[in-house]
């Protein structure tokens, strides 16, 4: 094909700013991929379907650029067949993507300060040396966890082609015309991009367990286990001493059984074999690969005793290899690092060793052997060999990941936990009715369980199948903890805590499986995870009296840590974006004096999702922005769906997010306050009032005003997002249709699919606008990392939504009258919310002051409004009873088509 001759599907377009600069000629990765993608859909869709996509892409572009009128591109989505609608959405998706793409290529960049190198040189200017941040860092933990939830629309296919693509143009920019096989640079990017149009954009099945354990692992084995030790290399020379492991890795998926009855006893299993099956393999591939650099013979250089024993321990005694010792030895390495392998999977692993030996006990073990190499070589000559290089990443490895690769946490909601102790207490004659005794009641009795000695559990009892589900699960989990070593399963997470005995029947639960005993360390941490506006209020008071147990302190004091979650989702769908922000940084502010009384270190588990609604954003800049005293160099967070894509997706991307995540726990440690106490004062009364003021705007449209829960099932694609088959667990809690039991997730997706996107800004403009010290308000705009992130990504959500794209959305609504009231108060507020942000942050247009994203967002604008009409228009013929099944694809297709544009699904 001759790229050059044939139009572009990515016509130059002007801003509508008045800016002359094109957003797409900034950027010629765009040209260039939207020429390929053009051609492949004049190759293999024909000329006709080319030419028909090409005209509504032209029309609409112009009609951005003020050159052409609406109709134009309504008439022409009008006159599109069913079979053209698919093939149309199809074309925008994978130019969306193939966008996302080159934006990604260019947008690695890192933020200002987020390299460690940066931080560290910050923290000795404010007169922090070094060697202490490089000592304060050695006592903490970051840990960026994965979860299951359902926001990533594409499959992994897609995802796949599209990095080969990323791949190959990083070969292309390099000069390069040819692929290591051969091929064509050029040919092979036209190649993947044919075989991505080709490929079935939607699951015609609906995810498992398994399968997501299986995505999971592959960013695991093919991105992070590549770029830790890069990392950690880099980090050592940035405090000029070698760090300890203070990032790992931890993931949900198989232990979230949450709302998600699909995960089991097996999936727990399942997921943890898989898990450690794939770092053996990595460690395995690693110690061949030392095998064939290290062939130092003792001729030439001296062998230490535990090297000499290592390697007569080894069983290789062919006269070849006589001399090299440190072959011999890592041939026994191998060996029994190949029994381990065999011992946890029941196979011998894809590149078996030849000679028997017994399994390493534990991951210690092989590190002890792997360390007796490593002093070898650090003792002979200057030292040099035993620094760094293939052994020194191996070892990285190790002490990261252990024999389990991921720590997996366990998550389950209270009132399971709930039902299940009440079910074990009458089984066995403790109390007949659990459930209905006062808090302080339930505290006695579980706290004398816990000193009790017996089980609750007994052969024979007839427990109904939840209460047997659980107890599987936590005795496969006591068996894991054995098996792989304690860094497997480390933290119990409650979801919906809300007192102190939700905490403690976990412990007894624990107690039954044999992972708590009284007196001894346990294992498990239980993380209570406060989600609604209510208990994040209730967070500080539950903690301290948890404190006030003298088993729970003993616990937490050996520890010297004691985990708190906070929920960003539930917060947000329970308060509005601005309470559920400010409610997470009050609760965050007030835990730390709590902790601090109780000589325990506060470590935060932020339950953040991809869009801002649940907590997405820039995560250096949320970081930075928690309140001082609350993050001390401990913190985990969750990932999911589009974001481990997005961040995660190649080893580039991982690199700058990871190291982001990294300086940006250092800063927030050690950086002293921005505001002076006076400020402090000022501004958190101010962001209180402005809080309540947003929580009864919020509160008054969502939950108080009549008919909204019809009104939002019918704007939004709710109920066709249930078909898209994207996860594993079902959208809402139970079978109620309240917006209470609804799962934040699809409840965030479907605004952002209308375009109203009203969980990330409703009820923010009330806020604002309540305010009447507007000088005020700017000063905290300008001057508070706090409400500087908050309003940054309050902007991006107002930027991303259109009002004028949503009313096209109220066709659908039954009620036309009660509808448009309801669509009034929402564009009203949404003016009145951008209004006051440009005021508050001093702009005359929204992302004035970010112009890569006003560019970026603007390219998609063109390419996602036809979406959005056909959206509609599909919706309507659904809803309305045609059964036609190319329907209800191109109403999948374009879910998939509008979030792959936006990068935020939910």
């Not at 379907?49 to 050159?67: M, T, Y």
């Not at 160099?633 to 190649?650: D, H, L, S």
Request: with cysteine; net charge neutral.
């Amino acid at each position: 094909m001759d790229v050059v001759s044939v139009r572009s599907m990515t016509a130059d377009q002007a801003s509508p700013n008045g800016s002359d600069a094109s957003a797409i000629s900034q950027n010629p990765d765009i040209k260039y991929l939207g020429r390929v993608l053009g051609d492949v859909i004049r190759a293999y869709a024909g000329e006709a379907v080319f030419e028909r996509i090409e005209f509504i892409r032209a029309a609409s572009v112009e009609r951005h650029r003020g050159d052409a009128a609406r109709e134009v591109v309504d008439l022409s989505l009008g006159a599109l067949s069913l079979d053209d609608t698919i093939a149309f959405v199809r074309g925008f998706m994978l130019f969306s993507m193939l966008a996302n793409l080159a934006e990604d290529r260019q947008g690695v960049a890192t933020e200002a300060g987020a390299l460690m190198s940066d931080a560290v040189a910050e923290l000795t200017r404010l007169g922090v040396p070094k060697e202490k941040a490089a000592a304060f860092m050695d006592g903490a933990l970051i840990v960026p966890v994965l979860t299951a939830h359902p926001t990533e629309v594409r499959r992994k296919s897609l995802i796949d082609h599209r990095n080969h693509i990323a791949a190959l143009m990083k070969l292309k920019d390099q000069g390069r015309t040819e692929t290591d096989g051969g091929d064509l640079v050029e040919r092979a990017i036209q190649r993947h991009v044919a075989i991505l149009w080709q490929t079935r954009p939607l699951r015609h099945e609906r995810l498992y367990v398994n399968d997501e354990v299986e995505t999971a692992i592959a960013y695991f084995r093919d991105i992070f286990l590549a770029v830790l030790p890069a990392l950690y290399a880099r980090w050592h020379r940035a405090f000029g001493a070698r760090p300890t492991s203070f990032l790992r890795l931890g993931s949900w998926i198989g232990g979230d059984r949450d709302g998600n009855p699909n995960v089991t006893a097996a999936s727990l299993d399942y997921a943890l074999a898989r898990a450690a099956e794939t770092v053996l393999e990595s460690y395995l591939n690693h110690l061949h690969e030392l095998g064939a650099v290290l062939s130092i013979s003792s001729e030439l250089s001296g062998v230490t005793v535990e090297l000499q024993r290592l390697a007569d321990a080894s069983g290789d005694d062919g006269a070849a290899r006589r001399d090299e010792p440190y072959r011999r030895a890592l041939t026994g390495m191998y060996a029994r690092l190949s029994a381990t392998y065999s011992r946890f999977t029941g196979r011998a692993p894809p590149r078996p060793s030849k000679f028997l030996a017994e399994p390493y006990a534990n991951a210690n073990a092989f590190l002890t052997d792997l360390q007796v190499l490593q002093d070898a070589l650090a003792g002979d000559g200057d030292g040099g060999l035993g620094r760094g290089g293939a052994l020194g990443r191996l070892i990285r490895l190790v002490e990261t990941c252990g024999f389990y690769l991921a720590t997996l946490d366990l998550r389950q909601n209270a009132d399971v936990h709930e039902r299940v102790v009440a079910e074990l207490f009458r089984a066995a004659g403790v109390a007949e009715n659990y459930t209905s005794l006062p808090e302080d009641a339930r505290v006695k009795l579980l706290r004398a369980e816990l000193a009790n000695p017996r089980l609750l559990a007994f052969p024979g009892a007839a427990y109904g199948d939840e209460t047997r589900s659980e107890l599987a699960i936590l005795a496969r989990a006591a068996a894991a903890l054995e098996r792989y070593g304690v860094g497997c399963i480390n933290n119990y997470i409650i979801s919906k805590a809300a007192s102190i005995s939700d905490v403690l029947e976990v412990y007894v639960l624990l107690k039954e499986a044999g992972v708590y005993r009284q007196g001894s360390p346990c294992p498990i941490m239980v993380t209570p995870l406060f989600e609604t506006i209510e208990d994040l209020e209730s967070a500080p008071k539950i903690m301290g009296e948890l404190f006030g147990l003298p088993e729970i302190a003993a616990m937490a004091g050996e520890r010297g840590h004691q985990e708190v979650m906070v929920g960003y989702s539930d917060s947000n769908k329970d308060g509005g974006y601005l309470t559920s922000v400010w409610s997470l940084h009050e609760t965050s502010r007030a835990l730390a004096p709590v902790f601090e009384q109780a000589h325990v270190a506060l470590q935060l588990f932020h339950g953040r999702g991809g869009a801002v609604g649940r907590g997405g954003g820039s995560s250096f800049a949320a970081i930075r922005g928690q309140p001082p005293g609350t993050v001390n160099g401990r913190i985990r967070i969750t990932e999911q769906g589009e974001v481990i894509a997005a961040k995660y997706g190649t080893p580039e991307s991982a690199i700058t997010n990871l190291e982001a995540m990294a300086s940006a726990t250092l800063l927030a440690s050690m950086t002293p306050p921005t505001l002076n106490a006076r400020d402090e004062q000022r501004f958190v009364a101010a962001m209180q009032e402005m809080s309540r003021t947003a929580f009864g705007a919020y509160r008054a449209l969502v939950y108080e005003t009549k008919g909204f829960n019809a009104f939002f099932r019918q704007i939004t694609p709710i109920a066709e997002i249930a078909g898209l088959k994207i996860g594993s667990r079902p959208s809402s809690r139970t079978k109620s249709d309240r917006i209470e039991d609804l799962r934040a997730i699809p409840w965030v997706f479907s605004w952002s699919q209308a375009r109203i996107m009203l969980p990330g800004w409703y009820g923010a403009g009330h806020g604002l606008l309540g305010c009447e010290d507007k000088a005020l308000v700017r000063d905290m705009a300008e001057t508070w990392p706090f409400l500087r992130t908050t309003l940054a990504n309050l902007e991006m959500v107002l930027a991303k939504s259109d009002i004028d794209i949503a009313a096209e959305y109220l066709r659908l609504v039954k009620d036309q009258a009660a509808g448009k009231k309801i669509f009034e108060r929402i564009r009203t507020s949404w003016l009145q919310t951008r209004d006051a942000l440009l005021d508050a942050t001093g702009q005359t247009r929204l992302l004035e002051r970010q112009p890569a994203l006003d560019k970026s967002i603007r390219l998609r604008l063109p390419y996602i409004e036809p979406l959005n009409f056909l959206q509609v228009e599909l919706l309507k013929r659904h809803r309305g009873g045609e059964d036609d099944p190319r329907i209800r694809e191109g109403i999948q297709l374009s879910i998939n088509a509008i979030a792959t544009a936006l990068r935020n699904s939910g």
